[in-house]
């Protein structure tokens, strides 16, 4: 059985999402982002660097998301890989690293929105920043999302799960309205039923609780 270790809100929504896609049979240990269980033996055996996602699959653990969606996609049956060879391989390979220089962005907004939770230890310099640095990224899936309804010309793959997490959690720090393409791909991706699905098994929400974090005067 492949067991997949999560977070509700976190980067690991990218693979029960994408499992969900697949149709693939799988458990989810729902672990807490705030309590001291990320950094306890039991799961630094499964994830070195205490991070989620941690996937069990095939007698071995992966972490990494962007590397469990590749795994993922080469070991199971799906329409959502571009092999090597496929006329959208770069484009398939670039998003789906794309999606985490999305994620370095929303990292550091929820360093210093959520996890640094007094207001001394935080910097409104910085919070400006990455919200600008963010929303320079997200031009770029404007872009192509204003020439196609998913990343690929030929339609949804994996990919759009790995940047799709980028985008839902984004919109916490960005405001969507500057960005109509990327507001309606992320509305396109949301009505899927494996989002649903996966959004029905997500667990209670733990690191985001406001809609939106505003930058607060320096
Ligand atoms: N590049 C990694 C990042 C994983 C990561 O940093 N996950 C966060 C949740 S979004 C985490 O586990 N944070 C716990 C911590 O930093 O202690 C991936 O995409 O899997």
Redesign the pocket.
């Known amino acids: 059985m492949i067991r997949l270790h999560h ?1 509700a809100q ?3 929504f ?1 693979t029960l999402w994408l499992m969900k896609e697949m149709g693939l049979e799988f458990e989810v240990v729902h672990r807490s ?1 705030f309590s001291n269980e ?2 306890s033996e039991e799961f630094l055996a499964l994830s070195p ?5 941690a996937l069990e699959i095939d007698g071995r653990v992966l ?4 590397a ?1 969606t590749e795994y993922l996609c080469e070991t199971r049956p799906s329409t959502l890989y571009r092999p090597p060879g496929d006329a959208e391989r770069a484009d398939w390979l670039e998003w789906l690293h794309f999606a ?1 220089t999305i ?1 370095q962005h929303l ?1 550091a907004l ?1 360093q210093q929105h959520i996890v640094l939770y007094e207001d001394h230890m935080r910097s409104p310099v910085i919070m400006k920043l990455e919200a600008r640095r963010l929303e320079k990224v997200l031009e770029v899936v404007e872009r192509a999302v204003a020439q196609h309804e998913y990343l690929l010309p030929s339609g949804f793959s994996a990919v759009d799960t790995n940047v799709g997490y980028g985008v839902l959690t984004a919109r916490r720090f960005v405001p969507l309205e500057v960005l109509p393409n990327v507001k309606s791909y992320l509305e396109r991706l949301m009505a899927r039923p494996a989002f649903k699905a996966a959004m029905a098994e997500d667990g209670e929400p733990e690191i985001y609780t406001r809609t939106f974090y505003e930058v607060p005067d320096a």
């Open positions: 977070c976190a980067r690991s990218r982002f990320l950094r660097a205490g991070r989620v996602p972490f990494e998301s962007g469990i985490e994620g990292a929820t």
